[in-house]
């Protein structure tokens, strides 16, 4: 046993693809058989791998879900940015690069509404809670925004590592709902065409999230999704400590 | 050779993550600007090229494709490492200013979504090609 436990460790990446392979099958029996193919595969198995997450974070207590528990470190591989990015990229191969210029401009407008409203929003919702000064405001909107915005903002402003804390929480379970919810919201928001995918990968941001929710929803929408999204923190990241931050002093004047 | 797409694809991804940090240097973030977005962006005009020229051999090509196909597979391990236990853990204030921004921004999607005229939808996929 100890063998074999030792094999799997050393293979992790191979353990890996075995591991997904095995998930991926069950996952589209579930949606044959339970769904009727109503909630695709894919969807099922973001799922799965999301409370399979949660099961590896209450088990060790790390912050990588599944890939802290040493016979899955190989998922970390697998899942991790490198590769994430690399097959991210690779979607792309095929589009066509006028859908892209035509949707430019929606693309563009996204981004900006995006990073706005999250800042709005979080914003509002920290100040609801008494966190009135203008450092922890920007702090949790940059959350609100994605997690690593939060963190961002919040390190070049000083904020106190508890509201740090609280935006990355936020920013945290943006990208799970949007994970999640996407294949759910895709009829209600017109989320079936390279335009509005472009649109929603602005408005939402979170690379992670989007990845996951567009390949859930339709996966011939990611290139464009992921296009816009990977501005996103950069740009959020460039708004938060500046712009964002000087108008909520400007609002609260502390 | 299917190496060769490989190569082309990574080293489009590689060329792109520079462009993306160079552009986070010039604005002075500590964060890359759209990285995977010039990535993309080189790989659909650079193959458009090759395969105009008819530089681009099908072996070549399935070299992308390998990737493009083993996406969703990445992001499930990707979905199992998220930390959802911190993100459940953060009590209300992150709960409703993340679930927030999140309702507010998919409620903004067909407002974006309408600028420069309304899109047709994609025609339904056929089989499951995942």
């Given at each position: 046993m100890d063998m074999i436990t030792d094999i799997l460790v050393k293979n992790g990446l191979v353990f890996a693809f075995v591991t997904v392979g095995v998930v991926m099958w069950l996952s589209y029996q579930l949606s044959d058989r339970l769904s009727a193919g109503r909630l695709h595969g894919s969807a099922v198995a973001i799922i799965i791998g999301l409370v399979l997450a949660w099961i590896g974070g209450i088990a060790t207590?790390?912050?990588r879900g599944l890939a802290d528990v040493p016979l899955f470190t190989g998922i970390g591989l697998m899942g991790g940015a490198m590769l994430r990015d690399l097959a991210i990229v690779s979607t792309?191969?095929?589009?066509?690069?006028r859908e892209i210029r035509k949707a430019g401009a929606a693309g563009i407008a996204a981004l900006a509404l995006g990073i706005v409203m999250s800042f709005v929003v979080g914003a509002l919702v920290a100040a609801a809670f008494g966190y009135t000064d203008a450092v922890s405001m920007a702090t949790i909107g940059g959350g609100a925004a994605t997690y690593i915005v939060g963190p961002v903002t919040g390190t070049a402003l000083g904020a106190s590592s508890e509201v740090i804390a609280l935006s990355v929480a936020a920013g945290l379970l943006k990208a799970v709902l949007v994970m999640i919810g996407t294949p759910f919201v895709a009829p209600l928001i017109g989320l079936n065409n390279p335009k509005s995918a472009m649109a929603y990968g602005g408005l939402m941001g979170t690379t992670s999230g989007v990845a996951g929710g567009l390949a859930a929803t339709d996966k011939r929408l990611v290139p464009y999704g992921a296009m816009t999204a990977t501005f996103y923190t950069g740009l959020g990241c460039l708004l938060g400590p500046s712009v964002m931050y000087l108008a909520l002093l400007a609002i609260t004047g502390s | 050779m299917i190496i060769y797409g490989v190569a082309a694809l990574a080293a489009c991804h590689l060329a792109g993550v520079i462009l993306g940090d160079l552009l986070g240097m010039i604005l002075g973030v500590q964060s890359n600007v759209g990285g995977v977005g010039f990535a993309m962006l080189l790989l659909i005009v650079g193959t458009d090229w090759l395969r105009r020229t008819g530089r681009l051999p099908v072996l070549s090509e399935q070299g992308i494709l390998f990737w493009s196909a083993m996406y969703i597979p990445i992001v499930v391990a990707m979905a199992a490492q998220q930390n959802v236990v911190a993100a459940l853990a953060g009590g209300p204030i992150a709960i409703i200013a993340g679930v927030g921004a999140t309702a507010v921004c998919m409620a903004l999607v067909p407002v974006v979504a309408r600028i420069g005229g309304q899109d047709e939808p994609l025609p339904p996929l056929m089989a499951q090609e995942a």
């Open positions: 207590g790390g912050s792309a191969y095929g589009v066509d690069i | -």
